[in-house]
């Protein structure tokens, strides 16, 4: 706690102490704060509405925060966001919401859209975040949280909230630009975007981009500190590459966008009883998606949408861990893989009916043409496991937001899903928004959604009895404008968690938790003083073992982030500086993790010529030291993060 208060007042001096030189300074333009920019949100309602009318609780953030604090993958967007926190095992990025964060959920109980397009593919349910992300940051417009349950719109995975990420059109840009980064760890990154809009209204948006870092070069695990183990070093064990292409095309009521990205990371923590200090030991995951939409406003003045999109997904994961008929491990490669193919259609109404009812009614259709998994011996070449499997699932869904009075939003919403493995669930959301005045909102929710287990939980190590986790949320909001461009928020907010899919020892799954997590978040956010654009928020949460009263592992007390950005040198140069407190935590074993703090600095400039951006930025900048849990597939029961790392970028649109 101490540490805590030390950083937000260290902080706050340092607001108060520059702002007073860049009171008088005129307001860049462009630099407008956050809710001036992005007035409205998508994905709480399927449609375009008031933030303060929307039937949860939002945050957007947007291109320009992103360019600020230099964020470069979509977890460190979501990061710095209130009442969420990331754990990072040296392969996939795990985002934690309101206290819950399961050890290897692959982020299933997260929903993250692109465009409005599911992207949590049909193997393991995984959402991905980090460097294996289908969208380089540079092609967001801005990112839409969603909090709370939100089946009823989405069907599963929305148990916690939903992310859409808004990418950008053709007419963002203004031809061609080119972008390299190059840090520490001997990290590179280089891209290249075309966009442009053409005669008639086409918008034409394509990019490509490729990222390499070498890693860490020594990772040290006392776990494995034994001669036989290298003494517990992991060696030149831990690079990441990845490539993305994306591209999109608009044009009057028709959308078409696909998207690709292939990432390979060494793996130096000898997860899943492999050979630790083994450079043969890898992950690959790819992805890609084509996806098009038609969206038409009918003379009713109801509004059709109609999409249809191609998904795949594929992973392959190298691991020296083979086992012979004892059951002793031989050290001989083995290979997973997982292959997902799928297509999904949906057909949506929206509109008015009585002037004060506002609606949505739709059906989702989603065909899983593979799902197929499998576990072998790479040499000499044996087959261990196979497991083929196709299925279907089918989802009706409505909601009608009524104005009951001038003031008054009743919002009701249900969905009904069905799937070919084990039936049906039917999921509401209900809320009470009352617009006490122009600056002042007022929100009462309520919500269920449900979390299917994925084939990966259910097949891979055969676990047929699952069924579907099930949450239940109440939240009670209150959102102000404490000035035009100042907004607080204030949440109190209760889960409860039945039916929750835990990973056993013998890697099989379990329906075996249940769990309540109560809290209160809140935020300020928006031009705090003076020129200075910033977001403060503190999280107080308390997420627990319906059963055993424990606290769940992964699951930190308090939570506080302090966000600040602020022209520097007329419209040239900026600075943009951000604090993360994460409490204690536990471990699976039981153990205590430490509180940490990290600070992340950005310096960038623009205009210094025509089209010419320039950024550096350091992360962790106080080298703090600090662990993140561990999960079940691990010898480690925490797993040491990096420290100091550092950035340059450089940016050109050639007008």
């Given at each position: 706690?101490?540490?805590?208060?030390?950083?937000?007042?260290?902080?706050?001096?340092?607001?108060?102490?520059?702002?007073?030189?860049?009171?008088?300074?005129?307001?860049?333009?462009?630099?407008?704060?956050?809710?001036?920019?992005?007035?409205?949100?998508?994905?709480?309602?399927?449609?375009?509405?008031?933030?303060?009318?929307?039937?949860?609780?939002?945050?957007?953030?947007?291109?320009?925060?992103?360019?600020?604090?230099?964020?470069?993958?979509?977890?460190?967007?979501?990061?710095?966001?209130?009442?969420?926190?990331?754990?990072?095992?040296?392969?996939?990025?795990?985002?934690?919401?309101?206290?819950?964060?399961?050890?290897?959920?692959?982020?299933?109980?997260?929903?993250?859209?692109?465009?409005?397009?599911?992207?949590?593919?049909?193997?393991?349910?995984?959402?991905?975040?980090?460097?294996?992300?289908?969208?380089?940051?540079?092609?967001?417009?801005?990112?839409?949280?969603?909090?709370?349950?939100?089946?009823?719109?989405?069907?599963?995975?929305?148990?916690?909230?939903?992310?859409?990420?808004?990418?950008?059109?053709?007419?963002?840009?203004?031809?061609?630009?080119?972008?390299g980064e190059y840090g520490s760890l001997d990290t590179g990154k280089v891209r290249a975007t075309y966009g442009t809009r053409l005669s008639g209204g086409t918008e034409v948006l394509g990019s490509l981009s490729a990222y390499k870092s070498e890693g860490q070069?020594?990772?040290?695990?006392?776990?494995?500190?034994?001669?036989?183990?290298?003494?517990?070093?992991?060696?030149?064990?831990?690079?990441?590459?990845?490539?993305?292409?994306?591209?999109?095309?608009?044009?009057?009521?028709?959308?078409?966008?696909?998207?690709?990205?292939?990432?390979?990371?060494?793996?130096?923590?000898?997860?899943?009883?492999?050979?630790?200090?083994?450079?043969?030991?890898?992950?690959?995951?790819?992805?890609?998606?084509?996806?098009?939409?038609?969206?038409?406003?009918?003379?009713?003045?109801?509004?059709?949408?109609?999409?249809?999109?191609?998904?795949?997904?594929?992973?392959?994961?190298?691991?020296?861990?083979?086992?012979?008929?004892?059951?002793?491990?031989?050290?001989?490669?083995?290979?997973?893989?997982?292959?997902?193919?799928?297509?999904?259609?949906?057909?949506?109404?929206?509109?008015?009916?009585?002037?004060?009812?506002?609606?949505?009614?739709?059906?989702?259709?989603?065909?899983?043409?593979?799902?197929?998994?499998?576990?072998?011996?790479?040499?000499?070449?044996?087959?261990?496991?196979?497991?083929?499997?196709?299925?279907?699932?089918?989802?009706?869904?409505?909601?009608?937001?009524?104005?009951?009075?001038?003031?008054?939003?009743?919002?009701?919403?249900?969905?009904?899903?069905?799937?070919?493995?084990?039936?049906?669930?039917?999921?509401?959301?209900?809320?009470?928004?009352?617009?006490?005045?122009?600056?002042?909102?007022?929100?009462?929710?309520?919500?269920?959604?449900?979390?299917?287990?994925?084939?990966?939980?259910?097949?891979?190590?055969?676990?047929?009895?699952?069924?579907?986790?099930?949450?239940?949320?109440?939240?009670?909001?209150?959102?102000?404008?404490?000035?035009?461009?100042?907004?607080?928020?204030?949440?109190?907010?209760?889960?409860?968690?039945?039916?929750?899919?835990?990973?056993?020892?013998?890697?099989?799954?379990?329906?075996?938790?249940?769990?309540v997590t109560d809290g209160l978040e809140l935020e300020v956010e928006g031009r705090l003083v003076g020129t200075i654009d910033g977001r403060i928020s503190y999280t107080n949460q308390r997420a627990r073992d319906t059963n055993t009263g424990a606290l769940l592992?992964?699951?930190?007390?308090?939570?506080?982030?302090?966000?600040?950005?602020?022209?520097?040198?007329?419209?040239?140069?900026?600075?943009?500086?951000?604090?993360?407190?994460?409490?204690?935590?536990?471990?699976?074993?039981?153990?205590?993790?430490?509180?940490?703090?990290?600070?992340?600095?950005?310096?960038?400039?623009?205009?210094?010529?025509?089209?010419?951006?320039?950024?550096?930025?350091?992360?962790?900048?106080?080298?703090?030291?600090?662990?993140?849990?561990?999960?079940?597939?691990?010898?480690?029961?925490?797993?040491?993060?990096?420290?100091?790392?550092?950035?340059?970028?450089?940016?050109?649109?050639?007008?």
């Amino acid at each position: 706690m101490r540490m805590l208060q030390r950083v937000l007042i260290f902080f706050t001096l340092l607001s108060i102490a520059i702002s007073a030189p860049l009171r008088a300074a005129d307001d860049p333009v462009g630099e407008s704060v956050l809710f001036q920019e992005i007035p409205s949100v998508y994905a709480a309602s399927k449609y375009e509405q008031r933030i303060e009318e929307a039937p949860a609780s939002v945050s957007i953030v947007t291109a320009d925060e992103i360019r600020k604090y230099g964020y470069r993958t979509l977890a460190e967007v979501m990061r710095s966001q209130r009442g969420m926190y990331v754990s990072y095992d040296r392969n996939y990025t795990y985002l934690g919401v309101r206290g819950f964060s399961r050890p290897t959920d692959y982020n299933s109980r997260v929903l993250v859209l692109i465009d409005g397009h599911r992207t949590n593919e049909n193997i393991y349910h995984m959402a991905m975040l980090g460097t294996e992300s289908l969208v380089n940051v540079d092609l967001i417009d801005h990112v839409e949280i969603v909090r709370g349950p939100s089946s009823s719109l989405y069907g599963t995975n929305a148990l916690f909230g939903v992310i859409n990420v808004i990418t950008k059109r053709g007419r963002d840009l203004r031809g061609t630009e080119l972008a390299g980064e190059y840090g520490s760890l001997d990290t590179g990154k280089v891209r290249a975007t075309y966009g442009t809009r053409l005669s008639g209204g086409t918008e034409v948006l394509g990019s490509l981009s490729a990222y390499k870092s070498e890693g860490q070069d020594r990772l040290y695990y006392k776990e494995f500190d034994d001669p036989s183990t290298n003494n517990g070093i992991a060696e030149n064990n831990d690079s990441d590459t990845a490539a993305n292409q994306f591209f999109k095309l608009y044009r009057g009521d028709f959308t078409l966008s696909a998207a690709h990205v292939r990432r390979v990371k060494e793996v130096p923590t000898a997860s899943y009883d492999a050979t630790f200090n083994d450079p043969d030991q890898h992950t690959v995951d790819q992805q890609g998606y084509v996806w098009a939409e038609y969206a038409h406003t009918l003379e009713s003045g109801q509004r059709f949408t109609a999409n249809l999109s191609f998904d795949a997904y594929r992973y392959d994961g190298t691991y020296g861990n083979a086992v012979d008929i004892n059951g002793d491990l031989t050290g001989e490669l083995t290979k997973d893989y997982g292959d997902g193919r799928w297509w999904t259609t949906q057909l949506q109404l929206t509109g008015q009916a009585a002037e004060q009812h506002h609606y949505v009614v739709g059906i989702d259709l989603q065909y899983n043409t593979a799902q197929d998994q499998g576990n072998k011996i790479l040499e000499p070449y044996e087959v261990i496991f196979v497991d083929k499997r196709k299925s279907r699932q089918w989802s009706l869904f409505l909601q009608d937001e009524w104005r009951a009075a001038p003031n008054l939003i009743l919002n009701f919403g249900l969905r009904h899903d069905d799937y070919s493995e084990w039936g049906g669930t039917t999921n509401p959301r209900l809320a009470m928004i009352y617009l006490a005045s122009p600056a002042t909102t007022a929100k009462l929710l309520y919500g269920e959604a449900y979390r299917a287990p994925s084939p990966y939980e259910l097949y891979y190590t055969p676990s047929p009895w699952l069924k579907p986790e099930r949450i239940r949320t109440i939240e009670a909001a209150l959102e102000h404008s404490l000035r035009p461009n100042v907004r607080a928020v204030v949440s109190l907010f209760r889960y409860w968690m039945n039916d929750l899919i835990n990973q056993q020892d013998d890697y099989t799954f379990a329906n075996t938790g249940d769990a309540v997590t109560d809290g209160l978040e809140l935020e300020v956010e928006g031009r705090l003083v003076g020129t200075i654009d910033g977001r403060i928020s503190y999280t107080n949460q308390r997420a627990r073992d319906t059963n055993t009263g424990a606290l769940l592992s992964n699951s930190p007390r308090q939570l506080a982030k302090v966000n600040l950005s602020a022209p520097l040198y007329g419209n040239m140069f900026f600075g943009g500086i951000e604090t993360q407190y994460v409490g204690r935590r536990s471990t699976l074993s039981g153990s205590t993790l430490d509180a940490y703090a990290i600070a992340n600095i950005t310096l960038s400039a623009r205009g210094l010529a025509p089209g010419l951006e320039l950024s550096v930025s350091a992360y962790n900048a106080t080298d703090e030291r600090y662990s993140d849990p561990g999960g079940q597939e691990h010898v480690q029961d925490s797993i040491p993060q990096d420290g100091r790392i550092y950035r340059f970028k450089i940016q050109y649109e050639f007008r």
